[in-house]
């Protein structure tokens, strides 16, 4: 188990810039979730997979954003047109596919929109 | 919807005791988990609750009433490595994904 994994750590990018985010779930689970944390709050659901399938999208995400799991295995985050109300940690998790399975993290992705 | 609270922040005395309360009001219940999050680092998974009454693990202990919509987190025999925020979550009836409070921020005291 070597945990989940996200690159890169730090990203900083000029508004209208487009980025892309990398995450590596722990290999035998098959959900996966995105996040956003700003400083001071908790962290916000911004979609999650099971195995390739998108399941949920939260209903606050732009449609700047865009998320996929190719393979079931790996998942990418896209920003296009960044604005600077985007600036945030975005964190990865995932699971087992059970209740009381918990979420494991990866350390984020911080993002700065100049 | 899913609503979340819990207190902002808490200070406590090395050695001590402190309890973070965390209510919720959610369409549906399949769980309630408790998250410590050191600054700058990713949320930890420190204890699940889905039935009535007190899991115990450690120094660290949770307590859930599904009727009052109310747990606590306690933490025992406080270090100053417990200096964090702790973070209650939810997973609803619906989907499968975790609704987190806004967390709360401890701090540890000689």
């Known amino acids: 188990d070597t945990g989940v994994s996200q690159n890169p750590r730090h990203k900083i990018t000029k508004r209208g810039q487009n980025v892309t985010f990398r995450c590596d779930p722990i290999?035998?689970?098959?959900?996966l979730y995105w996040y956003r944390q700003t400083l001071g709050q908790g962290p916000e659901f911004l979609t999650y997979?099971?195995?390739?399938?998108?399941?949920?999208k939260s209903r606050l995400l732009s449609d700047r954003f865009s998320a996929e799991r190719p393979k079931g295995s790996f998942s990418t985050l896209e920003i296009q047109r960044t604005e600077q109300g985007d600036s945030a940690m975005y964190l990865c998790?995932?699971?087992?596919?059970?209740?009381?399975?918990?979420?494991?993290f990866g350390n984020g992705t911080r993002l700065t929109v100049t | 919807g899913q609503n979340i609270d819990q207190p902002t922040e808490m200070t406590a005395t090395e050695g001590a005791i402190v309890q973070i309360n965390c209510t919720y009001q959610t369409s549906g219940f399949n769980g309630l988990f408790w998250y410590q999050q050191h600054a700058g680092e990713a949320p930890t998974f420190l204890s699940y609750n889905v039935l009535d009454g007190l899991e115990e693990k450690g120094r660290f202990s949770s307590f859930l009433s599904r009727s009052k919509g109310y747990s606590y987190l306690l933490l025992k025999e406080l270090q100053m490595k417990d200096s964090a925020s702790y973070l209650c979550a939810v997973k609803g009836a619906a989907g499968n994904k975790l609704t987190f409070g806004g967390g709360t921020r401890v701090l540890v005291k000689p």
């Open positions: 997979f099971q195995n390739e399938a998108q399941l949920e």
């Open positions: 998790a995932s699971s087992w596919g059970t209740n009381n399975s918990p979420l494991h």
């Open positions: 290999s035998e689970h098959n959900r």
